[in-house]
C-alpha cells in the first residue's frame, strides 16, 4: 500500500513509493538552488570582470573572470576529502546539508562584496575566497545528490532517478538565465553594472535557507541505515577508498572530466561565446543558450531511460565518443550566428551531454562500494572537475580570442573526449544490475 515501507528477503527496508517521491522532490529542490547559486556566477562573468578587473582590456576582464571561475574547482577536491566522508561515516543527509550552507552563505556575501573601485585589491582577493568557499560546498553536492538519490530508487529505475540531478541541474541554469536575461531587458547597463548584477547573489539566501530546511527534514538513505545497523560503518572511509578502490576512482575521473567539461560548456560558456565571439546582444545570447539548456533538460529523464534498459556503458561511450564527432560541427552550427542553426548546435552538443552526465550520476553510485561511495565517488568526480572541467570556460575563451576562430573553442572538448574514449572502452565496467547495498 502507498506510503508503507516494504521489506526485502535480505532484510532490506525499502522505502514507499510516496517516501520516493518525497525524497526525490526534497534532493532536486535542493540540488536546483545550490546549482542556481553556483551558476549565477557564470551568467555574469562579464560584467564581474569588469567590476573586480577593470585595468584590464574586455577580454581579458572576461578571462580574469573565468579564471576566478576555475578557482572554486581547484577547491572542489578539498570539498571531496571534507564532505565525502562526512557522507560515509555520519550519513549521506548530513553531506547534503553541508554543502547547501556553505554554498547559501558563500554566495549570499558574493553580492554584498565591494568591487575594486571601493576595495581596491581586497575586492577580488574576498571574490576568490568566496568562490574557494563555493568550491568546497560543489564537491559534496553532485555526488552527495546522487548517492542520496540513487540509493533511494527502485533497483530497476536508478537511471531514471539519476537524471533528476542532471534536470535540475539544467533547470537552475535555465532559470538563472532567465533571471539574467530580465535583469539586462529591465535595467540600462549602468544600472546592470552598478546594483543589478547582486541581486540573484542575494536570491542564494531565501533559496538557501529553503533547501536547508528540506534536506534537515529528510531521512537518510536505506543503504547507510543498513550499513549502520550493522555496523559496517568504514572508520577511515577516504583512506580506504584510495588504497583498495583506486581503479574506480581513476575510471570516475574519465568519464567526470568528460560530463563535467559539457555542461559548463553548455551552461555557462555558450552564453558568452555567443555575446564576445559572435556578436550577438546577451538577451538574444540568454534567450539562445536558454532554449538549448531546456532541450538538454527534456533529453535528461531520456537518457536515464535508456540507461535502465541497456546499461550505463554503453550509453556513458556514445555520449563519449559524440564529444568527438560532434562538438566541432556544433560550433560551427552556432558559429553561422543564425538563431535556428545556434539552437540546432546546441541540441547536438546536449544530446551528448546528457548521455554522459546522466550516466555519470548512477556510475558514482554503482562503481563503489556502500561503505566508502560517498568518498571515493566525490574524490574521482571532483579531481576530474578541478584538473579538467573547471579551466574549460577560461580555455575556450583564451582559444576563441589567440586563434580569432569561434570553432577552435570546441577543440578542448574534443580532445579531453578522445583521450577518454579508449580509458572506458577498456576499463568501464557495466553495472546497472550491481547489488548497490554491498560493501
Known amino acids: 500500500m502507498q506510503g508503507t515501507s516494504t521489506t526485502t528477503l535480505t532484510g532490506t527496508t525499502e522505502p514507499s513509493a510516496a517516501t520516493r517521491r518525497k525524497t526525490a522532490l526534497a534532493v532536486g529542490i535542493g540540488n536546483f538552488m545550490e546549482w ?11 560584467i564581474i570582470g569588469k567590476l573586480f578587473f577593470p585595468e584590464s582590456t574586455p577580454i581579458l576582464s572576461l578571462l580574469s573572470a573565468f579564471a576566478v571561475f576555475a578557482v572554486g574547482f581547484i577547491m572542489r577536491p578539498l570539498g571531496a576529502f571534507i564532505l565525502g566522508p562526512i557522507g560515509d561515516k555520519h550519513g549521506r543527509k548530513a553531506a547534503l ?6 554554498m547559501g552563505g558563500a554566495t549570499t556575501v558574493m553580492g554584498l562584496l565591494p568591487t575594486y573601485a571601493v576595495a581596491g585589491l581586497l575586492a577580488p582577493i574576498l571574490l576568490v575566497l568566496l568562490r574557494c568557499v563555493q568550491g568546497i560546498a560543489a564537491g559534496g553536492e553532485w555526488s552527495g545528490s546522487a548517492a542520496y538519490l540513487v540509493e533511494s530508487a527502485p533497483n530497476n529505475k536508478r537511471g531514471l532517478y539519476a537524471s533528476l540531478i542532471s534536470g535540475t541541474a539544467a533547470l537552475a541554469f535555465i532559470v538563472g538565465s532567465f533571471v ?3 535583469l539586462s531587458s529591465a535595467l540600462s547597463p549602468e544600472d546592470l553594472s552598478g546594483w543589478g548584477w547582486r541581486l540573484p547573489f542575494l536570491l542564494a539566501a531565501p533559496m538557501s535557507l529553503a533547501g536547508l530546511y528540506i534536506r534537515m527534514k529528510l531521512g537518510d538513505t536505506p543503504v547507510f541505515e543498513s550499513m549502520k545497523s550493522e555496523d559496517r560503518l ?5 583512506a580506504k577508498a584510495g588504497t583498495k578502490g583506486l581503479k574506480p576512482i581513476l575510471i570516475t575521473f574519465a568519464f567526470s572530466s568528460v560530463s563535467g567539461l559539457g555542461i559548463y ?16 546582444d546577451r538577451a538574444s545570447a540568454l534567450t539562445l543558450s536558454g532554449a538549448g539548456l531546456f532541450i538538454y533538460l527534456l533529453m535528461c529523464p531520456l537518457a536515464g531511460i535508456l540507461s535502465d534498459r541497456f546499461g550505463r556503458r554503453s ?3 556514445l555520449g563519449t565518443v559524440g564529444f568527438v564527432v560532434l562538438s566541432i560541427p556544433s560550433f560551427l552550427l552556432m558559429g553561422t550566428g543564425n538563431g535556428v542553426a545556434i539552437v540546432a548546435g546546441l541540441i547536438l552538443f546536449g544530446a551528448c551531454q546528457a548521455l554522459c552526465s546522466v550516466t555519470n ?3 558514482l553510485v554503482e562503481l563503489f562500494p556502500a561503505s566508502t561511495r560517498s568518498s571515493g565517488s566525490a574524490l574521482g568526480y571532483n579531481l ?3 584538473i579538467v572541467a573547471g579551466p574549460g570556460p577560461l580555455i575556450a575563451a583564451a582559444l576563441a580570442s589567440s586563434t580569432g576562430t569561434s570553432t577552435s573553442a570546441a577543440w578542448y572538448m574534443a580532445v579531453v573526449a578522445l583521450v577518454a574514449v579508449p580509458i572506458l572502452l577498456k576499463w568501464l565496467p557495466e553495472t546497472f544490475k550491481k547489488d548497490i547495498h554491498a560493501g
Open 36 to 46: 542556481f547559486d553556483f551558476a549565477v556566477y557564470g551568467f555574469f562573468a562579464s
Open 97 to 102: 546539508v553541508w554543502s547547501v550552507l556553505l
Open 180 to 182: 539574467a536575461l530580465g
Open 234 to 238: 568504514a572508520g577511515s572511509p577516504l
Open 265 to 280: 560548456y553548455l551552461a555557462t560558456y555558450m552564453n558568452n561565446h555567443l555575446t564576445t565571439s559572435l556578436g550577438l
Open 315 to 317: 550509453l556513458n561511450i
Open 361 to 363: 550520476v548512477v556510475l
Open 384 to 386: 576530474g572537475l578541478a
